[in-house]
């Protein structure tokens, strides 16, 4: 097997084990919302994404520098859920509170990118 063909089956790998989490938690949901919640709210990304960074790159450098920037990017991208706090006053307007969150997402995006510039 070439180094292509390997790099490939990894790629493919991490898409399998995110989706599988992803679907897994989705499914979850309909039955029991709030584990699903607290699984999906768990670092599991983070976790397997840390661990596929130093295997590919063997870098802990850019992996530390990576966890440091997930650790800012945490707190401000709970911005996407404010709007749902306020659910009752946007008469439930799930795509409404939806996209609010978005814009708020991207509001989340510069304040991240003003703090960790200052790591």
């Given at each position: 097997?070439?180094?292509?063909?390997?790099?490939?089956?990894?790629?493919?790998?991490?898409?399998?084990?995110?989706?599988?989490?992803?679907?897994?938690?989705?499914?979850?949901?309909?039955?029991?919302?709030?584990?699903?919640?607290?699984?999906?709210?768990?670092?599991?990304?983070?976790?397997?994404?840390?661990?596929?960074?130093?295997?590919?790159?063997?870098?802990?450098?850019?992996?530390?520098?990576?966890?440091?920037?997930?650790?800012?990017?945490?707190p401000v991208?709970?911005?996407?859920?404010?709007?749902?706090?306020?659910?009752?006053?946007?008469?439930?307007?799930?795509?409404?509170?939806?996209?609010?969150?978005?814009?708020?997402?991207?509001?989340?995006?510069?304040?991240?990118?003003?703090?960790?510039?200052?790591?």
């Amino acid at each position: 097997m070439n180094l292509n063909s390997k790099k490939n089956m990894f790629f493919i790998l991490k898409i399998l084990l995110a989706a599988v989490v992803i679907a897994f938690a989705s499914w979850l949901s309909g039955k029991y919302p709030k584990l699903a919640g607290f699984i999906i709210a768990l670092p599991l990304a983070t976790i397997i994404a840390l661990v596929f960074s130093y295997i590919e790159h063997k870098n802990p450098e850019n992996t530390i520098t990576f966890a440091k920037s997930v650790l800012v990017a945490v707190p401000v991208s709970y911005f996407f859920f404010i709007p749902f706090f306020f659910a009752k006053s946007l008469n439930n307007n799930f795509w409404l509170i939806y996209l609010l969150g978005l814009l708020l997402l991207i509001i989340a995006f510069f304040v991240h990118k003003f703090i960790v510039s200052l790591l």
